[in-house]
């Protein structure tokens, strides 16, 4: 996340902390009331730490809720560097040495499997998938075979999360929807994305490939991203279906 998104986390824990229901931002009682069975007494928000996919613990008395924060657009949900992510799968889902390698293929994008083909043989997406059909063809299928699994790790689980997210939130302070997090994956699963391999509504992609060399963004090569581009007006979507 950027520093405008941990901006709006604090924004939005500020506006809650030490508060009460009734002298909350009329779009924050919304969301208290999204969540909450009950809103009376001082509400308590606070920051999750680490790899948690929970940025927000909100407590109202005994009840507490756990919130994953979105806002903008173009929204990347998730980043890992691809050899944990293959021993993710090998745990989880008994992948083949032949999938883990076309995995590879696809995220370092330069023919070989580990990065170390010359800058002018990188590929991007696209191009990976017109010379390489069968390889994202496979690679599509067996995500297709664990898609929610794969969400839920993605959007609200994490890494080594100690903490999912029940709800996930997109906005500002001012004006946001809430939805359950459940719900959210489910509707994720069954809407496809554009891109050349998707997870549902997400797109599986390289995070970046630097198609043209250079030292900038190097250290970004060799890792998994999942981007969620039309979050903005999906979310919408799916808060009103019921």
């Not at 994202?136 to 067996?142: D, G, K, L, P, T």
């Not at 996930?168 to 719900?183: A, F, H, L, N, R």
Request: with cysteine.
């Amino acid at each position: 996340m950027n520093f405008s998104g941990f901006d709006n986390e604090d924004k939005i824990k500020e506006a809650l902390n030490g508060k009460t229901f009734d002298t909350l931002h009329c779009n924050l009682q919304k969301l208290i009331k999204d969540s909450f069975t009950n809103y009376t007494g001082v509400i308590k928000a606070v920051k999750q730490a680490g790899q948690n996919k929970s940025d927000l613990l909100i407590t109202i008395g005994d009840e507490s809720h756990t919130y994953s924060i979105k806002k903008g657009t173009g929204n990347s949900i998730h980043q890992e560097p691809i050899e944990p992510f293959l021993e993710f799968l090998a745990q989880n889902y008994g992948i083949d040495e032949e999938m883990k390698n076309n995995l590879r293929l696809f995220i370092w994008g330069d023919g070989t499997l580990d990065g170390s083909g010359d800058v002018s043989q990188r590929l991007s997406a696209p191009q990976f998938k017109k010379k390489y059909p069968q390889v994202i063809e496979s690679i599509q299928n067996f995500f297709n075979s664990i898609k929610e699994p794969l969400i839920k790790r993605f959007l609200i689980e994490g890494v080594e999360s100690h903490s999912s997210a029940e709800y996930v939130y997109y906005g500002t302070v001012e004006d946001g929807i809430c939805c359950k997090s459940d719900k959210i994956v489910e509707w994720i699963a069954t809407h496809p994305s554009s891109g050349a391999i998707s997870i549902g509504k997400l797109t599986f992609q390289a995070w970046n490939r630097n198609i043209n060399g250079g030292d900038k963004s190097e250290h970004k090569r060799g890792v998994i991203q999942l981007k969620w581009g039309s979050i903005k007006d999906d979310i919408k979507v799916i808060a009103n279906e019921k």
